[in-house]
């Protein structure tokens, strides 16, 4: 045996420069807004990891954030602006100047401002500036705006800010520290990234029980304590059975919801009339509860009244009343909604919804949290102590895709509400600036339209009742996507899976520009991405002119969309511009207190690039809108760092709230600081106000907090938010459908409306599961989010794209064994509007009757820069092609599929069959390859990236 | 073939430790690990196919994820796979040029690139699959435990681990002295009965893997079923004195 002498090998350097400098900011790897440090060694990126000071992720990365580098040198990325030269969707166009582009696209946006400002349909992707886009079109005149939300969680939002001034991911987060007991409800996995894994560590370290309800056991519900294969849309009836469980065994905290909920606010008992099921109000319009000592009515806020939560009374006007409690007590009492009359349809046995339910009731009053830390409520009273139910829930999209998920997710906020979960050590918490008022207002601009006018206020807001909808005089939508109609009420981020469909119809009315931005329209974020592209490309016959007249579009990369467009806007990556990640629009903040950040360019692009949010500023001074010029009609803002420093929405209130006033000492509130940026970038990029102990709990009636919040502009006023177990907004609609008031729906719509109204959280089936069709189509289909994936970015991301260039359709092995489907075997998922062909994986932990497969990993031939044979193309798939933004015509009208009240996509109500297939390995459906747009490099078969400065020597 | 080096009393048994209760499978421990080494000790890490057909490239670290036991005991299982450092590893005894090494002083089993002449001799000794062969380059490569990060005096101390510890968001990742049984991987593998893998092919792997702790139960006993007596129900909270 030879042996070779040590003395021979390279030394091993063990402390390398790392880097020149390190420079932070904040991740756009996904939504979740990391703090990241970016490590620059010759200018190239050597290295980015998790920022330890930040207080979203401190200091850990997920795997997408940690792919940035590859990401950042995507060969994907566009390079210059683009006109079109060939048809609509042939991938042809020309390399422009910007300021052709920019002149083009403020030539057809001028006309359309000067005729009819509707007639621009604005609608952006996963946008984090729709504070800047909504002023955007607010400024411009148009109600057409929105972003993605209306496709993704806006039945978590809404249902949230309706019931308890908050919402689950974005709003609120579960107490990680402290809580005993986490009940997770359908959440991808993709993102809240970090805080979520942060804290599932936390939980498993402290022994903590985790209960994950999802029909996938993949990802989190793998080291869940407990899984529940619940079957898809049946969220609510389980968490209403609990539900029905606590109440039959009074494990509800009555002292809680009177003193901090609308238990005892008496409900006006009077079938027929028009203030039926309307809160009883004293002659000052504030809410009326019964006082037991004086047998008489008084305003419901009275502190230490001693109130009644059951029992009907009557008032002295003579109408019969009855405590909120009351209805709730009556309605989930009933066998309907017990365990064993439900458990079949969940797929989840009685009896363990039994002892789930005494579990949560065990936790909930046996194993409180008692911390030594006084604090002062909203009625002035001291406490001693913070004293909590230890039970925290999140949900996310697996309750949020289905057309009953606003309802489901305010389900579980009653769950919350009646044993005092929220806000308490332990429980679900908010994250600041949330609280805000029941709902937050204002209410959504749009409801008059000019030429060259401004809205009156933002185009997306918070209606309260049927006079705030955005319908014309026959109860007809005002807005292309419909939102704030009577098909959506509380449509409040808008159905941007509409948008196309509707303009390509004209319905309710045509547009001319539709401006796309950081959307995948043309693919994976529509529901049937065949339908969107060829609405897209389609020519009126009559006219040989394209239905929707221009389109452009704005994206940093060679996504499917870019094909579609008439004018290329081409942005940054995230390592190149400035951003900001306000509190106008989704914050960083935690439960800890309020917290913004930015992003800086830390690199400079190498192509003729920018930042989408300078060229809407540049749009906008050019349409010389209000606001983005000044008096004399020049641009306002010299880009977009200088708007973000010096733009105010309201005096002293701007996109960052750190670091203002002349000395940078202020607050929330003060004078814009024009040395706001530096003190970011100082400060890590970020921003964030320490809340002090006395305000970390019970936010929506702690004096202290809601003082400090309503100083800091954050709230309005300093009033106490009072939770709606029963909701008055969602009454007020249902009037209207039973014929009272002046605003009333179509009377095709008036049975929906009354029904998914119902002002006390209801379970109804999933629209689909109605359907005729359903019978031939047994299984539900949903997608997850794959952790190291963020929707379509990531197959162009060369490192990311190993962990997963294809998918597979997933299913229970019992039941393919059943169907003679085996592993590895091609089979057809047909629904009623279209087949694709995939791949089958057998597996056990998965809803027997529940196919998923990971979300857009499938790709169209050639975009992306990816090539033509990827097999993101030959074997990845999209779900999407099985499912419809419609539902089938009912009486000759279209139906959009989605949440009756909120007008959320519903992409988990898909159901399919499966059917095997013959076995030639590749999809269908296979659009044709798209070309390699104009100034895209032939990207690299070969890919040696080293940022060390070292590369060279090192090469053999 | 190669020698390994006489263990020099107190030597430190650099390791991980990695808790399978905890990894929830996200890829950040593998792509954290890929960015880090892609300019690192072995750079470049080369992808092959980047944006093509089979993309396929260098990673010292790669997650499994698979369903393991059978119905109510099956459990989804995500499995960080990388490099052990064991103490008598056959992936350096096979080495017919010396290329292939295990550290004296911090028990670190590296490649030297330079004497490297691709045999893959190592690749097939290594029963774990933990060797990587650079196509491009023609030299084998492997996990180094980030020898270029724990030691480095360019990066603040808090950064001197193994870049897939300190990105691990779950915290199922921890470094240490698995010699020396007061450090805190040492006691955390004897609390929770970290386990080595596949102990019994003899080459002494020092990495540990915790086991899935048994689940959390809680004590509560559920009402036994029956009919929910409402008018019952309303009647008590008719009476119940509650205070606003």
Not at chain 1, 196 to 205: D, R, S, T, V
Not at chain 1, 449 to 478: E, I, R, S, Y
Not at chain 1, 564 to 583: G, I, K, N
Not at chain 2, 76 to 83: I, L, W
Request: charged share 25%; glycine share 8%.
């Amino acid at each position: 045996m030879s042996s070779s002498k040590p003395g021979a090998r390279t030394r091993v350097d063990t402390s390398p420069p790392v880097s020149d400098e390190v420079k932070k900011t904040t991740c756009y790897m996904c939504a979740c807004r990391c703090g990241i440090r970016v490590h620059l060694k010759d200018g190239k990126i050597r290295y980015i990891d998790g920022n330890p000071d930040h207080p979203v992720n401190k200091g850990v990365l997920c795997g997408k954030g940690s792919a940035g580098i590859m990401q950042h040198h995507s060969p994907a990325r566009l390079r210059k602006p683009l006109l079109r030269t060939g048809e609509r969707g042939a991938g042809e166009f020309k390399e422009i100047e910007w300021e052709e582009a920019l002149s083009l696209a403020t030539r057809w946006l001028s006309d359309i401002r000067g005729t009819d400002p509707r007639k621009l349909a604005f609608f952006t992707g996963r946008d984090q500036s729709q504070s800047l886009t909504g002023w955007f079109a607010k400024q411009f005149g148009t109600p057409n705006f929105a972003a993605h939300g209306g496709f993704c969680s806006v039945n978590m939002a809404a249902a949230g800010l309706y019931s308890i001034g908050g919402a689950f991911w974005e709003f609120g987060e579960p107490d990680w520290d402290e809580t005993k007991y986490f009940l997770m409800f359908g959440v991808a996995e993709d993102h809240d990234s970090n805080p979520i894994k942060i804290g599932l560590g936390k939980l498993k370290a402290r022994g903590a029980k985790f209960v994950s309800v999802n029909p996938v056991r993949t990802g989190y519900s793998a080291i869940a304590d407990e899984w529940i294969g619940i079957a898809p849309g049946t969220d609510g009836l389980f968490v209403l059975a609990l539900v029905h469980e606590l109440l039959r065994n009074d494990k509800v905290d009555l002292d809680w919801m009177v003193r901090y909920a609308n238990a005892h606010w008496l409900v006006i008992d009077a079938p027929g009339a028009a203030d039926d099921g309307l809160f009883a109000r004293g002659e000052d319009g504030k809410p009326l509860a019964w006082d037991r000592d004086a047998k008489a009515p008084r305003d419901a806020s009275t502190p230490g009244m001693n109130v009644a939560v059951a029992g009907d009374v009557m008032l002295p006007d003579g109408r019969k009343a009855r405590p909120a409690f009351d209805a709730i007590a009556r309605r989930y009492l009933d066998a309907s909604y017990a365990p064993d009359a439900v458990a079949e349809r969940c797929g989840v046995p009685a009896g363990d919804i039994r002892r789930i339910a005494a579990e949560i009731a065990e936790v909930a009053f046996e194993r409180r949290i008692v911390i030594d830390q006084p604090w002062t409520d909203s009625s002035g009273r001291r406490h001693e102590k913070m004293e909590g139910a230890p039970v925290a829930m999140h949900a996310m999209r697996g309750v949020s895709a289905h057309s009953n998920g606003f309802q489901t997710c305010r389900a579980i906020h009653l769950l919350q509400m009646l044993i005092g979960a929220i806000d308490a050590p332990g429980s679900w918490r908010y994250k600041s600036p949330y609280p805000k008022p029941i709902p937050p207002g204002p209410f959504p601009g749009g409801k008059t339209t000019a030429p060259d006018t401004p809205l009156p206020a933002m185009p997306l807001g918070f209606p309260q009742g049927p006079d705030d909808l955005l319908v014309d005089a026959k109860g007809d939508p005002l807005r292309i996507d419909k939102a704030f109609s009577w098909e959506a009420p509380l449509a409040l981020h808008g159905l941007m899976h509409m948008a196309i469909a509707n303009a390509h119809a004209g319905d309710p009315y045509r547009v001319d520009t539709l401006f796309l931005y950081m959307a995948n329209m043309a693919w994976n974020s529509s529901m049937n991405p065949g339908e969107a592209s060829r609405m897209l490309a389609d020519k009126d016959p009559a006219t040989g002119d394209y239905r929707i007249p221009h389109v452009i579009y704005c994206d940093a990369y060679a996504s499917e969309t870019v094909a579609y467009a008439d004018l290329v806007l081409p942005d940054t990556t995230y390592l190149e511009r400035w951003d900001c990640v306000s509190l106008l629009d989704r914050p960083i903040g935690s439960a800890h207190g309020p917290a913004d950040a930015i992003r800086q360019p830390v690199v400079k692009p190498d192509r003729d690039v920018r930042s989408f949010q300078e060229t809407l500023i540049a749009i906008g001074a050019r349409l010389g809108l209000p606001g983005f010029v000044d008096a004399e009609g020049k641009p306002k803002y010299r880009d977009y760092a200088d708007y973000l420093a010096n733009h105010e929405r309201a005096p002293g209130i701007g996109p960052l709230a750190g670091f203002r006033g002349e000395d940078g000492t202020a607050i929330g509130r003060g004078a814009p600081n024009p040395r706001q940026l530096d003190a970011y970038v100082a400060n890590g990029c970020f921003w964030q106000h320490h809340l002090p102990p006395e305000q970390l709990y019970f936010k929506f009636a702690n004096r202290d907090y809601l003082e400090g919040a309503k100083a800091m502009g954050l709230i309005p006023d300093a009033s106490q938010i009072v939770m709606q177990l029963y909701s008055e907004p969602l009454q007020r609609f249902r009037l209207a459908a039973r014929g009272h008031g002046a605003v009333q729906p179509p009377d095709r719509l008036r049975a929906r409306v009354d029904a998914a109204c119902d002002p006390l959280p209801i379970w109804y089936p999933p629209v689909e599961d109605g359907l005729a069709s359903a019978a031939a189509h047994p299984f539900h289909a949903i997608t997850q989010r794959p952790m190291a994936m963020y929707h379509s970015w990531g197959s162009q991301n060369a490192w990311l794209r190993q962990i997963f260039s294809r998918n597979f359709l997933f299913m229970a092995r019992a039941k393919a064994a059943s169907m003679d489907v085996a592993d590895h075997d091609w089979v057809w998922v047909e629904s009623r509007v279209g087949r694709v062909k995939c791949r089958v994986r057998l597996m056990d932990g998965v809803n027997p009757d529940t196919v998923w497969t990971w979300n857009a990993i499938g790709k169209r031939s050639g975009a992306w820069n990816l090539a033509p044979d990827a097999p993101e193309s030959k074997e990845g798939f999209l779900l999407n092609h099985v499912l419809s933004e419609f539902l089938p015509d009912e009486a000759g009208q279209r139906r959009s599929n989605s949440d009756p009240v909120t007008g959320q996509a519903a992409w988990f109500d898909a159901r399919v069959r499966v059917t095997k297939a013959d076995q030639a390995a590749e999809t269908s459906p296979r659009p044709s390859t798209l070309k390699r747009y104009v100034g895209l490099p032939e990207p690299p078969r070969i890919l040696r990236y080293d940022a060390s400065g070292a590369g060279k020597e090192k090469a053999r | 073939m190669t020698s390994l080096p006489d263990r020099i009393p107190g030597a430190r048994k650099l390791g991980l430790v990695i808790d399978l209760d905890t990894c929830v499978g996200c890829h950040a421990c593998a792509v954290n690990c890929k960015e880090w080494n892609a300019s690192g000790h072995s750079a470049p890490l080369t992808d092959r196919d980047a944006y093509h057909e089979a993309p396929d490239g260098v990673w010292f670290n790669r997650i499994h994820s698979y369903e393991a036991g059978e119905g109510d005991n099956c459990r989804t299982v995500h499995f960080p796979r990388s490099c052990l450092h064991c103490e008598t590893p056959a992936c350096v005894t096979v080495c017919p040029t010396g290329a292939s090494y295990k550290r004296a002083e911090d028990g670190i089993v590296l490649v030297d690139a330079s004497m490297c002449i691709g045999c893959k001799l190592c690749s097939w000794a290594c029963p774990y699959g933990a060797r990587e062969f650079d196509v491009d380059q023609g030299v084998m490569k492997k996990c180094t435990l980030c020898v270029d990060r724990i030691y480095n005096e360019n990066l603040p101390e808090r950064d001197r681990v193994p870049a897939c510890v300190a990105t691990c968001p779950t915290h199922a990742r921890h470094f240490g002295d698995l010699g020396d049984p007061e450090s805190d991987v040492s006691k955390l593998v004897a609390a929770r009965g970290g386990f080595a893998l596949m102990p019994e092919l003899g080459y002494a792997p020092v990495n540990r893997y915790l086991p899935p702790r048994k689940p959390a139960k809680t004590s509560a006993t559920p009402a036994p079923k029956a009919a929910p007596d409402v008018a019952g129900a309303l009647l008590r909270w008719i009476d119940r004195a509650l205070s606003r």
